[in-house]
């Protein structure tokens, strides 16, 4: 398969425990995007990478957000000190020069 | 602020029954308006990318056309299986998506 693959595909936590969400992208794209989606609503979003770069971070990630992509390969998104307002499918999508290709996502239900 | 807007925000049609889903944008340097199809719990699938005024593109039954302010993605003859959300994004200095139109198509 050498679509966008995300891991894991569903989270269940509590409130105020950290998790972390990992991003493979299409090998040869070298843009990798992070969306926050919640139900009824399109895609939010949070931050981009032009390989290990991270360019820009919308005002949605608070400092309880951070995302790293080490080496320009795959990505991780950590929200620490979860909320219920967290609770939302974290979609991960690469580029390399037009459309955005997205994987399953990753879906987070805070407790 | 690049802004994306969609309507109707739910269509329920009949099987065979055409229609057209809108999308209109502001965007400061479109670089390109894109369709998506999302199915539930799955991560959005793309359709079409459309890049200037008047352009059009076709898939089975599906046409996307672009004007300078608003995109339409004509659905004819629809069947069961295109129920779906379809969302529209224009990318400009990022990819600025719509909140999506929820289509259900009966037998």
């Known amino acids: 398969d050498t679509g966008v693959s995300q891991d894991p595909r569903h989270k269940i936590t509590k409130r105020g425990q950290n998790v972390t969400f990992r991003c493979d992208p299409i090998s040869e794209h070298n843009r990798l995007y992070w969306y926050r989606q919640t139900l009824g609503q399109g895609p939010e979003f949070l931050t981009y990478f032009q390989n290990e770069a991270q360019l820009e971070k919308s005002r949605l990630l608070s400092d309880r957000f951070s995302a790293e992509r080490p080496k320009g390969s795959f990505s991780t998104l950590e929200i620490q000190r979860t909320e219920q307002g967290d609770s939302a499918m974290y979609l991960c999508a690469s580029v390399e020069t037009g459309e955005l290709f997205f994987g399953e996502g990753s879906r987070l239900t805070v407790l | 602020e690049d802004q994306v807007t969609q309507s109707p925000e739910a269509l329920r049609l009949q099987e065979g029954e055409s229609s057209s889903l809108n999308c209109s944008y502001t965007v400061s340097g479109l670089r390109g308006l894109f369709w998506y199809r999302q199915d539930p719990g799955k991560g959005p699938e793309f359709l079409f990318t459309?890049?200037?005024a008047g352009e059009e593109k076709e898939k089975e039954r599906l046409k996307a056309t672009l004007t300078k302010k608003e995109s339409f993605l004509h659905i004819t003859a629809p069947k069961p299986e295109d129920s779906a959300t379809y969302l529209c994004?224009?990318?400009?200095?990022?990819?600025?998506f719509g909140p999506g139109t929820r289509l259900s198509v009966l037998p």
């Open positions: 994004a224009a990318g400009g200095q990022n990819f600025v």
């Open positions: 459309l890049y200037s």
